[in-house]
Each structure stands twice: as structure tokens, then as C-alpha cells.
């Protein structure tokens, strides 16, 4: 079976490289390759989270990147800032190697529905690349988790119809709230990145997680939307061998080509 990640983050960064070696690998591309040969992986989608000019954004053949939009870009003149955030996001989705944009709202305290947002979503829209955008809990204690809850993207999958989006982490833990977004959306898609981080005994794990699980597989059925799931990882936080189990245990089987690989491929518009 092949396999797209379409949630990795490739930065090299303190903090990674100590998560990564509690996954049971390293954080470096030798190693990432590594894997993915092993594994059958084909292709990655890097959720940027770097600076906004174009050479800071040059990737290996096998990864695509969604252009990052982070509260540096939002600063004290967040008019000023966006204006001119919003000429250079325009250069990379003109390029085929830049497959959407990705904006973290928890992070930057501000509603995904707030105005200063809107131009960036007609933008996407009109070169028909999708705007993942970070929803569920925060990786930090900074940022507000009232503005990554999925309902807000409700709002602007409403507002904005012709744009299409992405709940990356599928608003864990508002799984059935992230569920009826999807639903009741079609142009809303989510990718399974971020439930797992370091390393697991896999058996363990669905052992002593059972509720949980089972609340997360009820809203993946509630929702029916197989056709709209995205394998995907969060790498380097996590360990890819696991993962690959964790999302197989939660997929019925007649999904898996759906999940692992074609809605990726669909969604972000990859030849891999
Ligand atoms: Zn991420």
C-alpha cells in the first residue's frame, strides 16, 4: 500500500530533536528517507513554520509544504504586517511545491473567522489550494484553545464555500465537534496527525486508551467521511511504524487506500 503523510513538520530545531529521540529516531532527513523507504511512504506535506520568503521554503523531491502563517506575521501592526504577508503568500502558491496554507488561530490568539483572515482564504481559493489550519489543543500553554476549536471553522467553511480546509489533529479532543464540521461541510477535510507523540507499545496503548478510542472510531463513523480522512503523522513527534498501526486499528480495512493514500493525493493536488 502507499502511503502519504500529509502532516510533517522539517525543521531543525532543539526541541524537535529531543522529541524526535523519544520517538525512537532522529530528526534528520537520512533518517526521515530511511522510514519512508521502509515503510512505503511516498510523499510528505511540511506544515511550514518558518519565515515567509520563498528561500526559506526549498524541500527535498518526496515533500510539498503548505505556507505557515504564525503570529510572527500577525505582529503589533497586524494590518501593515498582513498586507504585505498576504504578497508573499501569493508567491508560494504559485509554485506547484507549495500545496496550501496553514494557519495556526489557537497560536495567535485570533478566531480563524476574524477579518484579517479573509483575504488569505480567497486567496487559497483561487488557486484552489486548500487552508489547513491547526484545531484542538495547543502544544503549549501560551495561545488560547478557544480559538482552535473546530466550530469556528464552521464559520468560515460557511462564509468562504469555494474554499477548501483542513482540520489538522481533527480537533482532538473535540473529535465529535470536528465531526459534525465535516459533515455538515463538504468543503472540509481533516488529516489524523498529532494523536500520538513519542514512542508506543501499541498493544499497551489501545489497551489502556479504550474509551478514548472508542470515542474517537463513534465520531470518525458519525462523520462518514472517509473519502475527506488524510493519514498523517506529525512527525518527527512521532514514531511512523506506530502510527502507521494506530491509524490501520481506527480505518475500517475497505478505507485504507482511501485514508493512507488518495485524499491526500486528491486534496493537496500530489503527483506522488
Ligand atoms: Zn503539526
Not at 489524523?192 to 474517537?216: A, C, P, T, V
Request: glycine share 6%; proline share 4%.
Amino acid at each position: 500500500m502507499k502511503i502519504i503523510d500529509a502532516h510533517i513538520h522539517f525543521a531543525a530545531h532543539a526541541h524537535f530533536d529531543q522529541l524526535a529521540r523519544e520517538a525512537g529516531h532522529s530528526n534528520d532527513l537520512d533518517a526521515l528517507k530511511v522510514d519512508f523507504d521502509r515503510l512505503g511512504i511516498v510523499g510528505a506535506i511540511v506544515m511550514g513554520n518558518r519565515d515567509l520568503t520563498l528561500e526559506s521554503h526549498s524541500y527535498p523531491g518526496f515533500m510539498r509544504y503548505c505556507i505557515g502563517l504564525d503570529s510572527s506575521n500577525f505582529g503589533e501592526t497586524a494590518a501593515d504586517a498582513a498586507s504585505v504577508a498576504l504578497r508573499q503568500v501569493e508567491l508560494h502558491l504559485q509554485r506547484a511545491s507549495c500545496v496550501g496554507l496553514k494557519l495556526y488561530p489557537g497560536y495567535n490568539s485570533t478566531y480563524v473567522y476574524d477579518p484579517m483572515y479573509a483575504p488569505f482564504l480567497e486567496l487559497a481559493a483561487r488557486y484552489d489550494k486548500p487552508v489547513a489550519i491547526h484545531t484542538g489543543e495547543l502544544a503549549s500553554s501560551w495561545g488560547n484553545v478557544k480559538y482552535s476549536h473546530p466550530l469556528t471553522v464552521d464559520e468560515v467553511a460557511t462564509a468562504h464555500p469555494r474554499t477548501r480546509f483542513v482540520l489538522c489533529h481533527l480537533g482532538n479532543p473535540w473529535l465529535l465537534d470536528a465531526a459534525v464540521v465535516i459533515s455538515k461541510n463538504p468543503n472540509v477535510s481533516a488529516d489524523l496527525s498529532g494523536f500520538l507523540i513519542g514512542r508506543q507499545n501499541m498493544q499497551e496503548y489501545f489497551d489502556e486508551n479504550k474509551n478514548y478510542l472508542d470515542y474517537l472510531k463513534m465520531s470518525l463513523q458519525y462523520m462518514q467521511a472517509w473519502d475527506r480522512l488524510m493519514f498523517a503523522t506529525d512527525w518527527p513527534l512521532t514514531n511512523l511504524g506506530d502510527y502507521i498501526e494506530f491509524v490501520a486499528g481506527l480505518i475500517p480495512a475497505k478505507y485504507h487506500d482511501l485514508v493512507f493514500y488518495e485524499n491526500a493525493k486528491r486534496i493537496y493536488g500530489l503527483e506522488f
